[in-house]
């Protein structure tokens, strides 16, 4: 049974740094994409990072462009979002999401519906 547990989230003013953890156990990592989405309050979840088959690199929605990276350590199974220069708007629920290769994204963003699997995510607050 594949599960994705996110920590990492908390309360930071803006211009910190925030790196979220995606633990993932079940399966190994190494042949699944994971990427990132974050649903803030009153919005729809959105794609932060997507891995496509046919992208040069990770793609990142252009909110976040030049301040987010992702990195993973497949021999712990585990992949980070790496958040600098946090604004308030990155205030969301932060979610990590899984899917085989056989149902990777080709292209991005990727729908929601691409990802098989999800975390209960974890809330990152921006505020002053």
């Known amino acids: 049974q594949v599960q994705l547990v996110e920590s990492g989230g908390g309360s930071v003013q803006p211009g910190s740094s925030l790196r979220l953890s995606c633990a993932v156990s079940g399966v190994f990592m190494g042949y699944f994409t994971v990427d990132w989405f974050r649903q803030a309050p009153g919005k729809e979840r959105e794609g932060v990072s997507c891995?496509?088959?046919?992208?040069?690199?990770?793609y990142f929605a252009d909110p976040v462009k030049g301040r987010f990276t992702v990195s993973r350590d497949n021999a712990k199974n585990v992949v980070y979002l790496q958040m600098n220069d946090l604004k308030p708007e990155d205030t969301a629920l932060y979610y990590c999401?899984?899917?085989?290769?056989?149902?990777?994204?080709?292209?991005?963003?990727?729908?929601?519906?691409?990802?098989?699997?999800w975390g209960q995510g974890t809330q990152v607050t921006v505020s002053s």
């Open positions: 999401a899984a899917t085989p290769p056989t149902a990777s994204p080709t292209t991005c963003p990727a729908p929601e519906s691409n990802y098989r699997y």
């Open positions: 891995t496509g088959r046919r992208e040069a690199g990770t």
